[in-house]
């Protein structure tokens, strides 16, 4: 994001950011959800495997350092020079796990993107949120060809808790992206009143 | 991984050096440095450097694109370094005074404000 450049110093707008996590199974929509509503920008992150990923915290020895890199998109809305929201889609492979720590890290929270014909792929991303305690929803990707559950189902079928907010969308649609982003802040806001405690967590490793 | 012999490489295929090579084997900025993804930086208006500071040829290209405030994905973005490297080498210009930290998330979740923000801006896209 770059903003016009001020002439003054009291006039210099103080940016504010925002970021959304967008989760979910392989194919299931998440570059199409992101693309209906956001300029979509590349990035490249050469990461070190920690030891959550490969079972080793290897921190001796530069030589036995690995390193993987991801090919990644965000998406960005930029709403004002002063506010811009981003959008990161999270890697699905479990070796991309230590992403997600960072990339949950000051997050509005996370749009958890299902298909009813494979719920089973986003119980990782469910468990990771509900675990680490990021807001989240799960907005049910509906297929033209994918049978019509109720977000009640759903609901069950994922163990969700009762406060999880499960809603229908059509990842192609501006319009209903638009609707599940609103349903997730809204969502959020709900629980940073009714969780103060919520603050707190410790920063990401690295 | 590809095997050795199915392996070119041209102009087109970009820097062969590991990324890491160009933050002298640093993986992590110094501790106490977080910098955030989202964190906005901008270049410091002639700045004192410390003496004996050597700036790399990536720091200088680093610095030439934040003479506006921008965010650390976007700045990765724009440069084409992977974003992980991008963040050792902002962490050392701003201990060098090169390079400011202009907005930060500053927690683990915004607050309520900025929530309100980003709502508002939303419902009205």
């Not at chain 2, 993986?27 to 700045?47: H, M, Q, R």
Request: net charge negative; proline share 6%.
């Amino acid at each position: 994001m770059h903003y016009r450049h001020s002439d003054t110093v009291e006039a210099e707008v103080m940016p504010a950011t925002a970021k959304i996590l967008i989760a979910g199974g392989f194919g299931v929509g998440k570059t199409t959800l992101v693309g209906a509503i956001s300029e979509i920008r590349p990035l490249s992150t050469e990461e070190v495997l920690s030891g959550r990923s490969i079972g080793i915290d290897d921190t001796s020895g530069a030589d036995r350092k690995t390193t993987t890199t991801v090919a990644m998109d965000f998406g960005r809305i930029t709403f004002r020079a002063d506010l811009t929201l981003y959008l990161f889609g999270t890697p699905g492979q479990e070796r991309f796990w230590f992403m997600w720590d960072e990339l949950a890290y000051g997050a509005v929270g996370a749009v958890v993107l299902a298909d009813t014909r494979r719920l089973a792929d986003c119980f990782a991303a469910v468990d990771y949120f509900e675990h680490r305690a990021t807001p989240f929803l799960v907005a049910v990707n509906c297929f033209d060809d994918a049978s019509s559950y109720q977000p009640e189902d759903v609901r069950i079928a994922l163990d969700l808790d009762p406060d999880t907010p499960v809603v229908l969308c059509d990842a192609r649609q501006f319009d209903s992206v638009k609707k599940v982003l609103i349903a997730l802040v809204r969502h959020a806001i709900a629980k940073s009143r009714a969780n103060p405690e919520y603050q707190g967590r410790p920063l990401p490793a690295g | 991984m590809s095997a050795p012999r199915d392996r070119w490489l041209d102009r087109e295929a970009g820097p062969v050096v590991r990324p890491y090579a160009v933050t002298k084997g640093r993986t992590a900025p110094a501790s106490g440095s977080y910098i955030g993804l989202i964190d906005v930086v901008a270049a410091v208006a002639d700045p004192q450097l410390p003496a004996d500071t050597r700036l790399s040829r990536e720091h200088r290209r680093l610095l030439s694109h934040c003479h506006q405030p921008v965010t650390v994905v976007d700045l990765a973005s724009d440069i084409d370094l992977p974003v992980g490297v991008v963040r050792v080498l902002l962490s050392d210009l701003s201990q060098y005074g090169a390079l400011r930290v202009v907005a930060t998330s500053g927690g683990p979740e915004p607050n309520e404000r900025l929530l309100r923000d980003v709502l508002n801006a939303l419902q009205t896209l």
